[in-house]
């Protein structure tokens, strides 16, 4: 077992080296890594192969049906997560799988149900051929592409009832939420690595904990590091302290520069190698028009001041993930008067649940992914004579969606659960092949394989919003779906059987009726 655990400092200008130290162990028994009060985004990064399957709940004979799986699971809090940890996925839990060639008819939904309870939201899965959808990709021969893809909304307390997450409390030892959580395994590779990262420390005094190795055959590496002023546009900076328990008796400092797939939205003062990068103050909120009706409208908003394309090569993109019970209409996308009234560039990918006419209930799969090209005040602005200079106005950005025919339920209203999409700038990188040499590099998202390998994604961060109660407003939008009552459709259903009796009443009036009266008639014509 190989762990790797990476703090990288928030507060750069409070931290100094006496925060962390080694130690021998009172028992002899290996070194301990300790830190104190260090504030910081961190990654535990666990690696195992197969033989040592036995200490997860994953089993090799679940792992032996797939040619690559990839498990994403994202949490539905906003966290503003430091570089390299910025790349993002709709909350929720997120599956990529490829079968394997030697696996006959492999059942992806009796191991998602072995492995997260569903016992708090019900998993819609029937079997993984008919519940999944294929994955667009610019090519068959990308690699970071698997040919199908799973979704389902999961929230955190459904997260924290499987096993999976009992597991990796017991491992990792930490007390808070988690950002996001990452399980990979391929064939090729034979291992079995865990990721979590957690965007802060569970209370306001920073991480304050000691890290030792629990085998004698294991390795844990140990970085403390700093995003540092760089002026390569995409190159990520690091420096700070690294070591290798076991082998080193205080950490060594380093400093390190690699290219990244996904970087960090900045400020343009950030490129200046005297000044600490600081991320950019763009934000984006999601929302729903009210009241909804059977075509809801998604709205996303950004402020017009800081929406300005970090690259002339930029353009800004929207990934939505939506449940089988709401669809897009891709034939509404094709007007390009109605795209300019929402602020849209292009529908750029369909894929999923897409049958315009379907219940939801005879929808197999679990819903759609869809990737928008959006327009922003600079691309705007482009299409005039003169650019003119940002408004410090909302941009809105407008998606219409639609809702199925839900089955019926107990209560009169349903409700949906629409996750937030991720919005992020796509750029060109000329150093695209060199971003697997990043230690942090995070495939398998869904949307990689609609770009070619030269591309580097810039995300901009979901607003941190405060509701009622105070609390952070979830990345999910909830709303309330109409359905036929169960428990008063037994007086519908007699409310019917009466208009159809009466209906056949007037009915046969109409027809008897007037035919008894024209004979009367024409016998009391005959008399006279």
Known sequence: MKQRITYVVTEPESFTPEQISVQKRKNGNGDTFTLK???????????????????????????????????????DFPDSVTAPFTSRVSPGLHIFFTPSTEAKNPDLCRDIRSLFSDTYSPIKCTTSHETAIKIP???????????????????EDDWDASKIAEWFQNMTGADSSASYIDIDYDAISQAVIFTVVWSHAPNKKGWTESVYVPEDESTVEIGVLSHEPNTDPEDVQFGGFLTMLGRDDKPKP?????????????????FNPNT?????????TTSINRPTGLHPTLTLTLPSEHL??????????????????LFIDKYQFSDPLFLTSKNLIALRSIAGATDLEAPDWVVPQWGSASLFELASPSSSAADTEASAPPSSGDWNVSIPLHLR???????????????????????????????????????????????????RFMHVQPARERGADEEYKRLVETIDVPVLDTQKAGMVEMGTVG??????????????????????????????
């Open 308 to 325: 300005t394309a970090p690259d002339p090569t930029c353009k800004l993109h929207t990934y939505l993930t939506l449940p089988s019970a």
């Open 137 to 155: 990709m610019l090519s068959e021969r990308f690699s970071m592409s698997t040919a199908l893809q799973y979704y389902s909304p999961f929230s």
């Open 405 to 455: 025919y839900l089955p019926a339920s107990p209560t009169p209203h349903t409700p949906i659960s629409i996750p937030w999409p991720v919005v992020f700038w796509v750029c060109r990188a000329d150093e695209g092949e060199k971003h697997s040499l990043n230690p942090f590099d995070r495939k398998h998202l869904g949307y990689e394989a609609l770009f070619g390998p030269k591309t």
């Open 276 to 284: 600490t990068p600081k991320l950019s103050p763009l934000t984006y």
């Open 37 to 75: 009060g260090v504030h910081a985004a961190k990654e535990h990064r666990i690696t195992l192969g197969l033989d040592e399957l036995s200490q997860a709940p994953i089993n090799i004979e679940v792992l032996k049906k797939w040619h690559e799986l990839h498990i994403r699971w994202a949490s």
């Open 499 to 528: 208009v159809v009796v009466l209906a056949f009443l007037g009915l046969c009036w109409v027809l008897f009726g007037k035919v008894g009266g024209k004979e009367a008639a024409d016998k009391m014509k005959k008399k006279q």
């Open 254 to 270: 380093t400093r390190f520069q690699t290219p990244t797939r996904h970087y960090p939205l900045l400020t343009p003062e950030s």
